[in-house]
């Protein structure tokens, strides 16, 4: 017979998996936004620099890098909750569109993914 969830102490695994990269996502998410908060207290005040434009230029480009980067990791840690709440329910691990147990290797992996590698080939 097919298992059809995974069991308590492999949840267990998969959870503290889980929390490890919340952590270090978390970490870098607060790092990413304090560099975004000095970066605006750290505006150049003089007005006799040739290369102002250019700076400012340059500043906007690393802002911009910054804030949508700042944006990927608020995803993935928005993500790594939502597979928190599924290892809960006891729901964590199973094909969102197949229904069945997705590898422990791609879960260790990708350990946020709601699909098989073929669910998520498939559906593209």
Known sequence: MEKNRYSDE???????????KLDVAREEFNTLQKNLRDG?????DSTNNNY???DDGADTFEKENTTQLAARLMKFIQNLEAALVRIENKTYGICKTTGKLIPKER???VPHTTQTIEAKLHSK
């Open 52 to 54: 102002l434009t250019l």
């Open 107 to 109: 879960l260790r992996a």
């Open 40 to 44: 605006n207290e750290n505006g150049t």
């Open 10 to 20: 492999e949840l267990i695994e998969f959870k503290e998996i889980i929390l490890k």
